[in-house]
């Protein structure tokens, strides 16, 4: 305990460099109402998130800005409209190259493709493509602007969580620093402190789940090339620089090469630039001038911890849960449990809420954990076939689809994220909407549709909405949103209307549907809402 | 009746995986018999010898090399 800070990897940007706070010198722990741990995707979400409610917040990272190595460049849709609600989103769209298709080849052939988005309407794209190190700067910016109008979110370089107690009612941390430990004290912690979370081994909770025996080797190189901004997936390369292979355009003419290379290798070796060059000159000739701008090896796992909340401390992130890349649901999903813990601890913290709001933080993002571990688990197996009968299934598979579409949908090299429907969820409420889209069925998130001169999601407020269309809303207290038939043409309609006349909405914080029906008076949609804190207003 | 080469299966992902699941902690022989059991059992099913006929000759097209 108390080792001295050495940073555990280089830093992109400096962005919180150590500054000494007046906690470090007051007679006894200060006492904080949220304390997150982690200033990765993950934590800056939440901190940005709690902020904009009003809640003070302080994070806490042992590193003073966002680390160098390109991880995460996959964000989906549904992020960026997170993004969006948090202010972050539009530097995002801009730097991000946008892409929603994708080639899969086996050899030469090209055996399947996929479009992620195929119907218009939505104000963001089916992904970008940015390097993470981008994607945690654009939150960081945001947070200042945040504290500029008022927000207070205190983000800590340097400041090394190396000890906690969980009490009953708060939880009590020891800090290391340039200067020396220090104690704070936080009445709820939210622990994002990523896959290998120091956290979690110290309150001695079990992280179960796969190890798949593969490596991958990702290399980042910089060149100017023409292929499309898709993302191209090769199984059996006819350039054989891996069993499988992936080509991806980012920012800044950098462009993700990744290649399969099997569980029995040397590492040291297979690093050598001129051992990695070897494989991308294969891949894409002789002629092609390129620079490696970083490269690494990983293998990958799926895994999660049983709860994601254990009394004041919740997990969020990789610390809870960690997913292979194919599918790109890392990130993307740590930050949907941002989206979802946010309004719940705030509600919790305003009195407005019961705790027992949080049991369902663990138990909705669980079951989302659920479905990305299944879906990335599918994928890897897929890639990586584990046994001898798998293997050559799987080669079945490929070579029926080169002739026959029926063998495409079978083929996986990743399901791309996509967010959880909380199906069955305790917190949804009626579905009485004969003929209502089953895209916004209750634990739906709310698709987005073009609205005036903008978009619906973006008329959405921080707090629950109740969205009318074709009808009025009945008085609640709740913000109001009312679409009229001539607004409810095309895009609304086949989302929220389907085959109905008129329908009422109840929208929780996170732009998940509660519930929904054909009309609702003030009574029914207060008993959901109820139903939702635990506490009636 | 013709054979349907054309997407025709609901959930293609969990199919594969129970697929293959089946097929866990087998052996070769075992696994080939459970293949074997497999293709028969759907055969039934399909019942239509023209359909199965040209099953056959789609799945002989390419069976690689030796
Ligand atoms: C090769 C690769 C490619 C990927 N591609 C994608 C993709 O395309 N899309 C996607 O969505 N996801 C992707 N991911 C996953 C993604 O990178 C992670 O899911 C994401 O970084 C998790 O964010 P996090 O905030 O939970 O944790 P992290 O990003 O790991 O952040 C944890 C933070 O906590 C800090 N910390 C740790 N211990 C302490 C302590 N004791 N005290 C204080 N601070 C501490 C760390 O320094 C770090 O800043 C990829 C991952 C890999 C490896």
């Not at chain 1, 042992?62 to 989906?76: L, M, N, P, T, Y």
């Not at chain 2, 089946?22 to 059991?37: E, F, M, P």
Request: aromatic fraction near 8%; glycine fraction near 8%; include cysteine.
């Amino acid at each position: 305990m108390n080792a001295p800070l050495v940073d555990r990897y280089p830093l992109a940007f400096r962005l919180y460099p150590y500054a000494r706070s007046g906690d470090q010198d007051a007679p006894t722990a200060t006492r904080h109402p949220v304390v997150i741990v982690g200033g990765g995707p993950v934590g800056l979400s939440a901190a940005l998130d709690l902020g904009l409610r009003g809640q003070p917040v302080v994070v806490l990272d042992d590193h003073e800005g966002v680390g160098q190595g390109s991880r995460a460049i996959c964000f989906a849709k549904r992020t960026l409209e997170i993004a969006h609600r948090l202010g972050a989103g539009a530097p995002m769209l801009d730097k991000g190259v946008v892409w929603q298709k994708g080639r899969v080849f086996h050899d030469r052939d090209e055996v399947f493709s996929f479009d992620l988005l195929p119907e218009a309407g939505h104000r963001c794209p089916a992904f970008i493509n940015l390097q993470q190190p981008h994607f945690e700067r654009f939150l960081v910016e945001a947070i200042a602007r945040a504290n500029a109008a008022g927000a207070q979110i205190d983000i800590r370089g340097k400041n090394r969580v190396d000890g906690l107690t969980v009490h009953d009612d708060h939880v009590a941390l020891n800090v290391m620093t340039p200067d020396g430990p220090y104690d704070l004290t936080a009445d709820w912690l939210i622990a994002c402190d990523g896959a290998r979370s120091p956290l979690r081994d110290k309150m001695g909770l079990g992280f179960d789940g796969r190890v798949f025996e593969d490596n991958f080797l990702i290399a980042d190189v910089k060149m100017k090339a023409s292929f499309p901004t898709e993302r191209w997936f090769w199984f059996e390369p006819w350039f054989k620089s891996g069993s499988s292979a992936l080509l991806h355009k980012q920012p800044d003419d950098i462009w993700r090469i990744d290649f399969q290379l099997g569980w029995d290798i040397d590492r040291a070796h297979e690093m050598k630039p001129e051992n990695v060059r070897a494989r991308v000159d294969a891949m894409l000739g002789t002629d092609i001038e390129y620079e490696l701008e970083w490269c690494s090896i990983y293998t990958f796992q799926c895994r999660r911890m049983d709860k994601f909340r254990h009394g004041r401390v919740l997990f969020a992130g990789d610390s809870a849960h960690q997913v292979s890349p194919f599918g790109a649901r890392g990130a993307n999903s740590g930050v949907q449990d941002a989206d979802n813990l946010g309004w719940k601890l705030d509600l919790v913290l305003r009195g407005q809420a019961s705790d027992t709001l949080l049991d369902s933080y663990c138990a909705e993002r669980v079951a989302a954990a659920d479905e990305n571990i299944l879906n990335s688990t599918r994928a890897t197996d897929f890639l990586t076939p584990k046994t001898e009968v798998s293997k050559t299934f799987r080669d079945a598979v490929l070579s029926l689809a080169a002739k026959h579409a029926f063998a495409r949908p079978l083929i996986n090299s990743g399901r791309l994220s996509v967010p959880a429907v909380y199906d069955g969820q305790a917190l949804n409420g009626p579905d009485a909407l004969p003929g209502g889209p089953a895209r916004t069925r209750p634990g739906a998130p709310c698709p987005d549709a073009p609205l005036g001169s903008g978009y619906l999601l973006d008329q959405l407020t921080q707090g629950f909405t109740v969205l009318a269309i074709n009808c009025t809303a009945p008085e609640t207290g709740l913000h109001n949103l009312t679409i009229t038939a001539k607004d409810a043409l095309g895009a609304i309609s086949d989302r929220y209307l389907g085959t109905a006349s008129c329908a009422v909405y109840l929208i929780r914080p996170d732009q998940h549907v509660v519930a929904r029906w054909a009309t609702a008076d003030a009574a029914q949609i207060k008993a959901a809402l109820i139903h939702v804190t635990g506490v009636s207003q | 009746m013709t054979l349907i080469l054309t997407p025709n299966m609901s959930d293609a992902d969990g199919f594969y995986e129970d697929l293959i699941t089946a097929h866990d902690g087998l052996s070769k022989a075992q696994s080939d018999r459970l293949t074997a059991r497999l293709v028969l059992i759907l055969a039934n099913q399909i019942g239509a010898r023209d359909v199965l006929k040209q099953a056959l000759c789609v799945a002989a097209e390419d069976v690689g090399a030796p």
